[in-house]
């Protein structure tokens, strides 16, 4: 069995990982191995996954993220960078046409390339949705592919998320992300400090959690890289805040290892975000290590906390409520909070997920 992983190409999947799905493109790709499955991952140079062979279609780092926010782009910028990604789709999909070893692609891309032409491939693809419906030219190649009765195997990652996609196209099955729980023993001791770990992005709301943090008088440690997107955004709102406080301390982005012991050490982690968080592997990484989530009611929180086990939900930008639950949280049983996650949010679940649905798409077995 050997399968395709398409990612979308913007950032090397390599430590320090940029986002969620370059992180889950890793850990996914190893575990398939751990399976007997050899894999191919299509990604931008510089991506690194052991035992996995990676196919850049001579793509630099970066050359497909917008350097500004859209806002600050002109019409021709965000054509061009489309344009090129329409290009290097079209590159990866033409080399997966010609490659007779492969049984399966799994599309993770956030093109509108691999939705309009997948049923002309010869061999099986799920697509797996990363974000929400955000993005025209993804919207619009599904609006046409119902239209035009194509059938798609689409995955959402979560059940929020999936309802959002609805409207636009079915969703054939709802799998979970997941994490390899054996590297990670949890921690019963933690410091009293507060973290914080995303892209600084404006989605991911870091600012609300200074304002929680200063009003606490507490420490909150920052991980995660700035998205080229959101330089200003860091410059003008975040930085100045860093510069005042010395108990905010940014770490920029940090590998997973130095990430996951930070977290072990954290009395909470902060999700304060601002848009509908498709599934949130920050998430289910603080809660392996037993460090309680607190996040805005928004996207997949429901789904993924379970209130007073894993950590609280609170109405959506409301600082205050955000701020009692800290405080309410002193006393969490954190080695119940991490057997809660290892039972609902393990890799091999995941993986077995996608292998059932490969089973009913293509009648092999595994
Ligand atoms: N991450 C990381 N180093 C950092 C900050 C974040 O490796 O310094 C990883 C984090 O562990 C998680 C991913 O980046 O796996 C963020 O994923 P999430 O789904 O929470 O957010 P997304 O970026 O997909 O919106």
Request: proline share 7%; with cysteine; aromatic share 8%.
């Amino acid at each position: 069995m050997k399968i395709a992983l398409l990612s979308p190409f913007i950032h090397p999947i390599v430590e320090p990982f940029v986002g969620g799905t370059e992180a889950f493109l890793a850990r996914f790709a190893t575990a398939l191995t751990h399976r007997g499955i050899e894999v191919v991952c299509y990604a931008c140079e510089g991506s690194v996954i052991p035992g996995v062979e990676i196919r850049t279609c001579g793509v630099p780092p970066s050359a497909l993220a917008y350097p500004r926010a859209p806002h600050e782009l002109k019409g021709d910028e965000i054509l061009t960078i489309r344009a090129y990604e329409d290009a290097v789709l079209y590159q990866a999909i033409e080399d997966i046409r010609r490659d007779s070893s492969l049984d399966l692609l799994h599309n993770h891309s956030f093109s509108a390339i691999p939705l309009f032409v997948s049923h002309l491939l010869p061999l099986p693809v799920i697509h797996t949705l990363h974000l929400p419906p955000m993005l025209p030219n993804m919207t619009e190649a599904l609006r046409f592919c119902k239209q035009q009765d194509i059938l798609l195997h689409l995955v959402a990652i979560s059940q929020s998320q999936a309802q959002l996609w609805r409207d636009h196209y079915p969703i054939s099955r709802v799998i979970y992300n997941g994490l390899d729980m054996e590297a990670l023993p949890p921690d019963c001791a933690h410091e009293g400090t507060l973290a914080f770990v995303g892209r600084i992005d404006p989605s991911k709301g870091v600012e609300d959690a200074i304002e929680v943090a200063l009003q606490l008088g507490k420490r909150l440690d920052i991980y995660g890289a700035i998205q080229p997107s959101a330089t200003t955004y860091f410059e003008t709102q975040i930085a100045p805040l860093l510069a005042r406080h010395h108990t905010l301390i940014y770490h920029g982005a940090v590998s997973q290892p130095t990430l996951f012991q930070a977290l072990r050490k954290a009395q909470a982690l902060l999700c304060p975000v601002k848009w509908d968080e498709p599934f949130g592997n920050v998430i289910i990484e603080a809660m392996a290590v037993g460090t309680p989530v607190i996040m805005y009611d928004r996207g997949s929180a429901h789904e993924l906390i379970t209130e007073g086990i894993s950590g609280f939900i609170v109405p959506a930008d409301d600082l205050h409520a955000m701020r009692s639950a800290v405080e309410q949280g002193v006393q969490f049983d954190r080695a119940l909070c991490a057997l809660h996650a290892r039972e609902r949010f393990h890799i091999n679940a995941c993986v077995d997920g996608y292998l059932s649905l490969l089973q009913t798409l293509s009648g092999a077995r595994f």
